[in-house]
């Protein structure tokens, strides 16, 4: 199918970016397009102006600064690949760029872009809310932070408002032993069946000290399961403590049936995976979570 007409401006500032779309409101940002452009193909969407932002310096790079990692909205999900920051301090999130969709779509796919599209089983979402990622949008107006659990207000939502832009993705991930899990039909390039992050932080004698627990595919948007994550502190990280951890995680989703799985089997999935992130959360020289 062809795409349907629109206008195209090609950017050539962040202020000329957010500009146009600000006086355009119906107006889409172009960076990868993975996902604008399948919209686009199946008339999801149909904007009159396509405002191309791939090549703006102002969303790309990541830095390290006292502890906090800042990563351009327009940083491809094969750079987050190959940046030694991600891999080193961001396992999780490394784990799920790995188990992005294919080798051509992660060449293209932005970090900005994915939690901009807002999808139930968005892949970096969910790691980066398991570690209490903040997002900065800029405008024409400035900008403004906002932890992306608010960023995200529902499917294909979001509080992105007309002229803004995913600049930089935000984290401190000192402290935090994470994993990573993801169950799809199918290796790679699939869509999460059910996908799970988790972030402990532990006491010198092996309690949790704090917990986040992140899940994907298993409600309108990523969420935090924040009643079995409340249990976890102060408890230690033994079996019948992670299995609680677990049927709490599996209770809070909301999962529907589609031909990906059934949301009973999703919700039980749940359960499977957050007790083995948690578990080994509490043996952190264990081989870590595979996707």
Same mark, same amino acid.
Request: positive net charge; aromatic residues 6%; hydrophobic residues 45%.
């Given at each position: 199918m062809l795409l349907p007409r629109f206008e195209y401006r090609h950017a050539t500032s962040l202020a000329q970016a957010t500009t146009l779309l600000a006086e355009h409101p119906d107006a $889409?940002? @172009? &960076?990868g397009g993975t996902d604008l452009l399948v919209d686009l193909r199946e008339r #999801? #969407? $149909?904007p009159k102006l396509l405002v191309d932002v791939s090549e703006l310096g102002e969303l790309r790079g990541l830095a390290e600064t006292d502890g906090r990692i800042e990563i351009g909205g327009g940083v491809t999900v094969a750079e987050l690949l190959q &940046?030694? &920051?991600?891999a080193r301090h961001l396992p999780g999130l490394h784990r799920a760029a790995r188990d992005f969709a294919d080798y051509l779509t992660r060449n293209k796919a932005t970090l900005g872009g994915n939690l901009a599209n807002a999808s139930p089983g968005a892949d970096l979402v969910v790691p980066l809310l398991a570690l209490d990622a903040e997002v900065v949008l /800029? =405008?024409?107006g400035g900008e403004r932070r906002l932890a992306l659990d608010q960023f995200l207000q529902g499917p294909r939502r979001t509080a992105l408002q007309p002229g803004e832009l995913v600049r930089v993705v935000g984290v401190r991930p000192g402290g935090w032993t994470q994993s990573w899990?993801? @169950?799809g039909l199918k290796r790679g390039g699939a869509i999460a069946v *059910?996908?799970?992050a988790t972030s402990v932080r532990r006491e010198a004698d092996g309690r949790c000290a704090d917990a986040r627990i992140a899940l994907g595919a298993v409600g309108p948007r990523?969420? #935090? /399961? *924040?009643? /079995?994550? &409340? =249990?976890l502190v102060g408890a230690p990280l033994d079996p019948a403590s992670v299995a609680r951890a677990g049927a709490l995680a599996a209770r809070a989703a909301q999962p529907i049936s589609d031909v990906r799985g059934g949301a009973d089997y999703r919700r039980a999935m749940v359960e499977v995976l957050v007790t083995r992130g948690l578990t080994e959360a509490g043996h952190p020289s264990a081989p870590r979570g595979a996707g």
């Open positions: $889409q940002p @172009l &960076a #999801r #969407r $149909q &940046a030694p &920051a991600v /800029a =405008g024409t899990y993801k @169950l *059910v996908s799970v990523p969420f #935090r /399961a *924040v009643e /079995a994550e &409340a =249990g």
